[in-house]
């Protein structure tokens, strides 16, 4: 990709990079824009778009560190953090930590509004509008990152117009709290969500089409945040169903046989692999890269897993089968997580203990993060520092899945929101004989839930990903109680499931937003999960009770 960020980046960045650089900053004089130029070629939008994906690479890592600090997952080495990321973990974070700094999303931002304002979408060749996909991704990038600060300072400055001098100022009544943005964004990017996605073919050995952000998922996100069940189920649908994207088995961590002497591991390239969209960086070991690696995964790692997400993954009931026809063996683990072999020795996917031919002064009996480590480019027998993290999972076919299941369950469709995690949507979940959905369901299906077609017999539980494809034939633990609040319970399960296959990946915070939104009591939900983390849980729970408490200060 080093050819199309590098090049292509500096014949639309050249004036666009700085003209924003101080963009809050009224008695800035460095406005550089040139108001003249139009986009009126489809070269010229192809090139804004890969610009503004370059600009998106600044704040990866941000938005990836916000999105878990914040939740309940991973925490910070007091010893070896920097004071901005203790900050963050203990969500007493100022508008100035390095980790937030408005002004670099605003300058994407602004870069999208002047795309937006230049571009000629009436250009047709046949009956196309040529440059209209790139349009619409421009909007969608530009949503997307409104959204990404709505979720780490709570308001944001809205304007839609290009800031192209220093006479161009933000509309006094443009500062807006999280529930209007949703609302507008809503209202901004529902007109061009069937726009034709953008593929490019491959670039650089990479798809082009995982490069850009699907209108439909943040269009799904919105709707769900405002506990627009069904709207939300059928944005989420529409993508799975255009884009034939599935939750396969190929990405699960199996053990081979019950002595669990060797481990089927499936699982533990999925971030790398199994990705709808992704930001990708640069192969150049000198441009811009994540640090995730370095900051998870080295001698004095600043970020760990929190020992309670680690503890609760471990003791999870594994469903083991050697036939493929009954659970065959019980163990204990969760395999996405780390998972302990016979021998004792753990074999790190998601979290694990460092490897110590790679990390020679790390502390062997510390829990580390490793899910990047685990994604690294190259081989294992390169030096570390040789091996860099080329991508960050943006969105993942059971980050889809998971969302989609939250909204039916909120739709009324409860079972058939736990059978997306205990046995895969596909024709056999109509099985009224097994019963894995209730029938009652089935006989009120909306067009939104309709997994009959041969494209989704690849789907299995994501549960199954981690506790054993004998899951589907359990029958007393992995249940839905007689007695439970079936919607409650469901969404609970969701919870714990995003957790378990999408932990570090950066959607935790927003997770426990979104779910909590649903909720009379919220935010108390993510509060109380978030304190379970921290020494002072009960203090920082009171604290957390308080829903402005989460933003940058």
Known sequence: MKKIINVICGIFLICCATACE???????????YDDQHELNNPNDSIYS???????????????????????????????????????INDISFAADNSYAIARDFYSIINNCNYI???????????????????????KTLRAYTYWQMALIFGRVNYFTMPLTSIGSMVPADANIGIDELSQKLIADISPIADARPLDYGTIDNWTSTELFYP??????????????YDKAAEAYYSLIASRNIV????????????????????????????????????????????????LTYSDKPSLLPAAQFTEWMMSRTHFHTDNGQAISRYFNGDLRGAAEMASGALAADAF???????????????????KFYNNLSGTVTDALEQRPLLSLAMVRPST???????????????????AVLKYGLNKNMYDTIQHRVDSNEVKRYPAYINFQAAQYDQN?????????????????????????????????AILNEMAAETCFEGNRFFDLLRISHHRHDHPALMAEKVAAKHANSEAMKQRLLDISAWFAR
Request: proline share 2%.
């Open 352 to 370: 694990g203990h460092a490897d110590l031919a790679q990390l020679p002064a790390a502390n062997p009996q510390e829990m580390v993060i490793t």
């Open 49 to 87: 778009v890969i610009g503004v994906l370059a600009q998106l690479q600044q704040v990866a890592d941000r938005i990836l560190i916000m999105g878990e600090l914040r939740g309940d997952l991973m925490t910070v080495d007091r010893e070896y953090a920097s004071t901005d990321l203790k900050e």
């Open 460 to 492: 299995i539980g994501t549960a199954a990903r981690g506790l054993g494809l004998g899951i589907v034939w359990d029958r007393e633990q992995y249940v839905i109680p007689a007695d439970a609040d079936t919607t409650d319970f469901v969404e609970k």
């Open 116 to 138: 937006i304002a230049r571009m000629d979408t009436s250009i047709t060749e046949g009956q196309n509008k040529v440059m209209m996909p790139e349009y619409a991704q421009v």
């Open 247 to 294: 939750v396969s088995r190929t990405y699960a961590n199996t053990w081979e046989s019950a002595t669990r002497q060797n481990l089927q591991t499936g699982n533990m390239q999925a971030y790398k692999n199994d990705v709808v969209t992704r930001q990708i960086f640069n192969s150049d070991l000198r441009a811009t890269h994540s640090q995730m690696r370095k």
């Open 400 to 418: 889809i899945y998971l969302r989609y299941a939250e909204a039916i369950n909120r739709a009324g469709y409860p079972t058939t929101a736990f």
């Open 22 to 32: 101080d963009i809050m900053d009224t008695e800035s004089g460095r406005i550089a």
């Open 215 to 228: 209108t439909k998922m943040l269009l799904g996100d919105l709707y769900l945040y405002n506990n627009m």
